[in-house]
Nanobody, 123 residues
Framework: QVQLVESGGGLVQPGGSLRLSCAAS????????MGWFRQAPGKEREFVAA????????YYAESVKGRFTISRDKSKNTVYLQMNSLKPEDTAVYYC????????????????WGQGTQVTVSS
């Protein structure tokens, strides 16, 4: 089992930045690819970003490329999502996820999910 706990969400103005964190516990963190998804009101959950267990492979949704950066710190069992130049359409609940490969995450498959953290982009 892998337990995932997100933090760092909140209210931010358009153009602002936030950094989400996801602390993992349970099975060996470094064995899993990690990722972020989001779900806006009335919409399906969508893939945002993923990073391989070694950190060398990263995938991003087209809508966040150039604005969001995913990273992981093995010493802290934590994965981050740095979000810059935020837009109102980035408003959603953001979920941390873990699976064996980043390719699984990119197509929406995940073995483990966090509870989510709310991000609201509004003036």
């Amino acid at each position: 089992q892998v337990q995932l706990v997100e933090s760092g969400g909140g209210l931010v103005q358009p153009g602002g930045s936030l950094r989400l964190s996801c602390a993992a516990s349970g099975r060996t963190f470094s064995s899993y690819a990690m990722g972020w998804f989001r779900q806006a009101p009335g919409k399906e959950r969508e893939f945002v970003a993923a990073v391989s267990y070694g950190g060398s492979i990263k995938y991003y949704a087209e809508s966040v490329k150039g604005r969001f950066t995913i990273s992981r710190d093995k010493s802290k069992n934590t994965v981050y999502l740095q979000m810059n130049s935020l837009k109102p359409e980035d408003t959603a609940v953001y979920y941390c996820a873990a699976d064996l490969t980043p390719d699984n995450l990119r197509v929406g498959r995940s073995a483990y999910w966090g509870q989510g953290t709310q991000v609201t982009v509004s003036s």
